[in-house]
């Protein structure tokens, strides 16, 4: 017996809308609680009927508003890094034919699959000696190698996406280079660029194992949550903490949505 | 305007051999077409004009000026390319006037000189729009007027109307043909397009296995074909190529016989163009059997089978012989002087008409 | 000088590696050297001797969670990553033909991949604790009467079961989209052949759809089996050491302890376990690339 196609769709939507609540209600719960008055959460109350920013200013007198400029500063240090030392990697690979070209990906792509707690001893004791301990310069080359291969295979994929004969245009028509890599491939990938520049940001936004073991006076937000704003025994101090966290990502998604799939494909590789 | 020369042009690359030895002067203000089959190396040979590749061994000389080692910007070079390769990210004007601005042409100029260019290939309504708002033969007409607008020493295209359909293929050829006497530009043309190569060329350069096979006018590359390849490459259908045998004067071919061809003994390779058969007349008379017969209206292309000589022979007739049947006899002929001797060996061309 | 720089231009090869060498020097520096020298960490005394002392506190130690660790850690992958991967798969079935709002739902259910593992703990902790959103709702509608305790050192199960939740949640967005990418790439004329052939839904799906998803699939499995031998923040918000992990107890052993030689064990545990999962991965790749 062939099931009528309307109860298919409807099978569809109703999966469909589960799958939906079952991400969006617990990002709603914890935003929600992190505003919730702290009577109304400690009452049986499922939802509050009126919102305070209350328990935000705790958190900024406990120190998170130092931490979320802390980590703000070591993302946008880590981006620059990250592209001033991969971009032009990410375009060799995507322009250049030579030996050895396949070795050098793999090898990229094989530093991928340590995570962050491998080299995080070592660089502690490195920094340690030269003073780079508790810095969030320290902080901020860690997270550059952790973003690094990301960053030369994803800018890699930018480029081979541009027409190689737009850039030989640019040099037959007078520029150089360089003058074709700033003026013609640039403005091309710069979109792309844009996403992969936030989608690194994150990257190091959301790191916390690094971020608790290196710093300590100068924690970033990750590591300020985990170690101090987790010591309150008030909760719905910790979902604003958790908001904080969350807001940034949440902007990502807006600005990126056209490269979401793509790029977290790519970013998963 | 300037002339360019090849010296002993080479390129590989890894273990290919794209280009061995590319001599072809081009001379100034003339149309030169690279004509030949894919991988023959007449792309490599405009990049390497541009300056987009370097060769490996060799000399490139732009009216007397060695540019072997300039970059493609020193060389004053305009390229229109396969794809275009418009500037997506700039709307039309601003591709047009991108090569005058990197020229830091004074701003007043560089919008007459873009309106003069627009006006010649009219696309003046363009303008204002983006790339991929355009079709495909109004992109190509923004990379010819981007090409022009610098008013280059030499201006390349590379195979520039082999993404356009069949009617605007035509038209357009034309144009840039009648474009490049109007600006006396020493244009180098790259294509695999025979007709195309016909066209637009003044001289025409046939290349083949990364050599310069012959370069000449459309008529002397179609009546004086250099080898067996350019004879068979140039024309449709392509040149018959029989074996033959000369011995003293006597040249012995299909089961019959020529007197009074001199200069060369033994064996040989004889060509005629299908089109140059004529039934029943001309110097040399082979008897054969109708196989099979295509009509195209104006033409009828028969292929016909030599009796005894067990070899194939191709005749285009007048479209009056679209009667003859398969199996029919028919005696056909060609003038002598439609006749080419090949070397069997090397392929050379030994004689053009006997 | 222009025609030096444009005989170099000549050559890829050079070109490409001037290019490439900062971050090949970056990588070695950072990420080769430091995995180098976390042995030396765990298996070398201040004097230069060779020394078991780091491997022996790790098995033996009362402090130690060593083989808790390794269990739950284990644990936890064999638990998370089938189920997410059999979710995601579900999701990309349902979403692969396109209609009105889908862009949307691919986005939404996008969103946990660029959230930190430590906001997804909180968020989960928010939803499950005895003021929670489960609990009050479980009450509200009288289905309970007192709220389940999901953490504490007592009820190590069920906070077993809200990691597993949250674990989930987080990381099913992961191998939500590499599916996802992975079938946008699929002809969807090959299926429509199908269907005009008459191949039923579930013939369409078992041997087609899915067998053309295998690559994505693999990645995806690897990739996430990869990332759960990391998991870290998630754990430690939800259970601390009540539920020991590999990647906890090297935290623990630096910022309580002060074991450097121990952590640097654990990373190195760490790090075999990836690189024996890495080198399955990169045969896989090398596929995809040969194809």
Not at chain 2, 285 to 314: M, N, R, T, Y
């Amino acid at each position: 017996m062939r099931v009528p196609s309307w109860a298919g769709e409807l099978a569809r939507y109703a999966f469909l809308s589960l799958l939906v609540a079952w991400v969006l209600v617990p990002l709603a719960i914890a935003t929600i609680y992190a505003f919730t008055p702290l009577e109304v959460y400690y009452s049986d109350a499922i939802l509050p009927n009126s919102l305070t920013a209350e328990h935000l200013r705790t958190l900024w007198v406990l120190g998170a508003g130092e931490a979320f400029v802390r980590s703000v500063f070591v993302g946008v240090l880590t981006v620059f890094l990250s592209f001033l030392i991969g971009l032009p990697g990410g375009y060799a690979l995507s322009r250049y034919v030579f030996p050895g070209r396949d070795a050098i990906k793999l090898g990229i792509i094989a530093t991928r699959m340590f995570p962050i707690i491998v080299i995080s001893v070592s660089l502690l004791k490195t920094f340690f000696a030269l003073g780079l301990n508790d810095t969030l310069i320290g902080l901020a080359l860690a997270h550059t190698a952790m973003a690094l291969p990301f960053v030369v295979l994803i800018t890699g994929s930018i480029f081979g996406g541009i027409p190689r004969d737009v850039e030989e245009a640019g040099l037959v028509f007078g520029l150089s280079s360089i003058g074709v890599f700033l003026r013609v491939t640039l403005p091309l990938a710069a979109p792309g660029l844009a996403a992969a520049g936030l989608f690194t940001f994150l990257l190091s936004w959301n790191e916390v194992f690094m971020a608790s073991v290196l710093t300590l006076t100068n924690r970033t937000l990750p590591a300020f949550i985990l170690v101090s704003a987790f010591a309150t025994p008030t909760e719905p101090i910790r979902f604003a903490a958790a908001f904080l966290m969350i807001l940034p990502a949440l902007l990502f998604m807006l600005f990126a949505r056209r490269y979401l799939v793509t790029m977290w494909a790519m970013a998963a590789r | 305007m300037a002339s360019i020369m090849l010296e002993g042009i080479v390129k590989r690359f890894g273990k290919t051999v794209a280009l061995r030895g590319v001599n072809l002067e081009v001379r100034d203000g003339e149309a030169m077409v690279l004509l030949g089959p894919s991988g023959c190396g007449k792309t490599t040979t405009l990049r390497i004009v541009a300056g987009l590749e370097r060769p490996d061994e060799g000399r490139v000389v732009f009216g007397g000026r060695d540019v072997t080692n300039l970059p493609p910007k020193d060389r004053n070079v305009a390229m229109v390319f396969q794809s275009y390769a418009l500037w997506p990210h700039m709307r039309v004007f601003d591709n047009i006037a991108f090569p005058l601005k990197i020229r830091k042409v004074e701003s007043s100029e560089v919008r007459r000189r873009v309106r003069w260019a627009a006006e010649l290939l009219e696309i003046e309504h363009l303008l204002d729009r983006y790339p991929h708002q355009l079709s495909g033969g109004q992109q190509q007409r923004v990379a010819v007027a981007r090409a022009i607008v610098t008013e280059p020493e030499v201006l390349l295209m590379d195979e520039p109307l082999s993404n356009l359909d069949a009617i605007l293929r035509v038209k357009m050829r034309s144009e840039i043909k009648k474009l490049q006497r109007r600006l006396g530009v020493t244009m180098v043309y790259v294509t695999h397009d025979q007709v195309e190569a016909m066209v637009i060329g003044d001289r025409v350069a046939v290349m083949n296995y990364g050599e310069v096979q012959q370069v000449g006018s459309p008529q002397e590359i179609y009546n004086e074909p250099a080898n067996t390849f350019v004879a068979t490459f140039i024309g449709s259908p392509q040149m018959n190529i029989v074996k033959g045998v000369i011995s003293g004067g006597l040249l012995s071919l299909l089961g019959t016989q020529i007197e009074g061809v001199e200069g060369v003994e033994g064996e040989v390779l004889v060509g005629f163009r299908p089109e140059r058969i004529v039934i029943g007349d001309g110097d040399l008379k082979f008897p054969a059997i109708v196989d099979f017969v295509e009509d195209l209206g104006s033409d009828v292309i028969v292929h016909l089978s030599v009796e005894g000589a067990g070899e194939l022979v191709i005749a285009k007739l007048r479209g009056a012989h679209a009667s003859l049947k398969p199996g029919e006899k028919v005696l056909a002929g060609v003038m002598r002087s439609d006749i080419h001797i090949f070397d069997p060996k090397t392929g050379r061309a030994l004689k053009h008409g006997v | 000088m222009g025609s030096i720089l444009y005989r170099i231009s000549g050559n890829p090869t050079a070109k490409a590696l001037i290019l490439l060498s900062p971050t090949i020097i970056y990588l070695a520096v950072f990420i080769a050297y430091p995995i180098v020298d976390s042995f030396r960490i765990a298996f070398m005394s201040e004097d230069g001797t060779i020394t078991l002392e780091s491997l022996d506190f790790l098995l033996s130690s009362p402090l130690s969670e060593f083989w808790d660790a390794l269990r739950y850690t284990f644990l936890l992958a064999a638990l998370v990553v089938p189920v997410e991967t059999a979710l995601a798969l579900v999701a990309v079935i349902v979403l692969f033909k396109r209609f009105r709002g889908r862009d949307a739902v691919v986005y939404i259910l996008a969103i946990p991949l660029a959230l930190s593992d430590v906001a997804a703990g909180l968020i989960w902790y928010a939803m499950l604790t005895g003021k929670g959103f489960l609990n009050k709702l479980l009450i509200d509608l009288g289905l309970i009467d007192t709220p389940i305790q999901f953490f504490g050192y007592a009820n190590k199960e069920l906070t077993l079961l809200a990691i597993f939740l949250a674990e989930v949640w987080r990381s099913s967005a992961i191998v939500f989209i590499i599916l996802f990418a992975g079938a946008q790439l699929i002809n969807k004329e090959v299926l429509e052949a199908a269907e005009v052939f008459g191949a039923s839904f579930y013939v369409r799906l078992r041997h087609i759809l899915i067998p053309m998803l295998k690559p994505s699939l693999q990645a995806a499995l690897i990739i996430r089996t990869l990332f759960a031998f990391q998991v870290f923040a998630v754990v430690w918000i939800l259970a601390g050491r009540d539920i020991p992990v590999l990647a906890g107890e090297a935290y623990y052993s630096i910022t309580e302890l002060h074991r450097y030689d121990v952590a640097a064990v654990y990373a190195i545990i760490i790090a075999v376990i990836s690189a024996l999962l890495g080198l399955v991965y990169i045969r896989l790749f090398r596929e995809t690339l040969r194809r």
